[in-house]
T-cell receptor, first 112, second 108 residues
């Protein structure tokens, strides 16, 4: 298994544009997490899914952010419209029950 | 509120010196704690978990429920230990929350 796969690795977009980040979890894992990493706030949990169902989205900053998991092998995090303060590294992670979480390599988002 | 606090954003020590990265947590339930590490240009990965009571790469961490702490320690730092370290707390069955992270730099 290639591990958790995220795309794109880097994204530069203009303020106001829609941004979609993608994640493929490790096959067989039943939990998927989206995190945002910034210098000021570290790793913030945005949302997590269990068996494709969103369980806790209390970390999603505002309505501009949305996440979906249409099946066990794919999830998206969408920002519409994007703003410069959304610039960060976004990580996806997956895990199986109470085992460790495995992280993707992250998407570095820059909104100009 | 349930949270993880890492008071030091930056920590710099000399090679061979002892290292301690601090982590405090706030959780009303039975805590399950982890340390994750992110080396330069690598993915965030699990370093150790309190349940295992193991030593990985010379690092250990003891859960102190009285002080609500899970500090990471190593008696003799090595240059390859330079990395970003995150303390994490599992809430309930799955939810995993992280502290702000500590960037550790080992000086030669």
């Amino acid at each position: 298994d290639a591990g958790v796969i995220q795309s794109p690795r880097h994204e530069v977009t203009e303020m106001g544009q829609e941004v979609t980040l993608r994640c493929k979890p490790i096959s067989g894992h039943n939990s998927l997490f989206w995190y945002r990493q910034t210098m000021m706030r570290g790793l913030e949990l945005l949302i997590y899914f269990n068996n494709n169902v969103p369980i806790d989205d209390s970390g999603m900053p505002e309505d501009r952010f949305s996440a979906k998991m249409p099946n066990a092998s794919f999830s998206t995090l969408k920002i519409q419209p994007s703003e410069p303060r959304d610039s960060a590294v976004y990580f996806c992670a997956s895990s199986l029950r109470r085992t460790e979480a495995f992280f993707g390599q992250g998407t570095r988002l820059t909104v100009v | 509120a349930q949270r993880v606090t890492q008071p030091e954003k930056l920590l710099s020590v000399f090679k061979g010196a002892p290292v301690e990265l601090k982590c405090n947590y706030s959780y009303s339930g039975s805590p399950e704690l982890f340390w994750y590490v992110q080396y330069s240009r690598q993915r965030l990965q699990l370093l150790l978990r309190h349940i295992s009571r193991e030593s990985i790469k010379g690092f250990t961490a003891d859960l102190n429920k009285g002080e609500t702490s899970f500090h990471l320690k190593k008696p003799f730092a090595q240059e390859e230990d330079s990395a970003m370290y995150y303390c994490a707390l599992r809430l309930g069955a799955q939810k995993l929350v992280f502290g702000q992270g500590t960037r550790l730099t080992i000086n030669p």
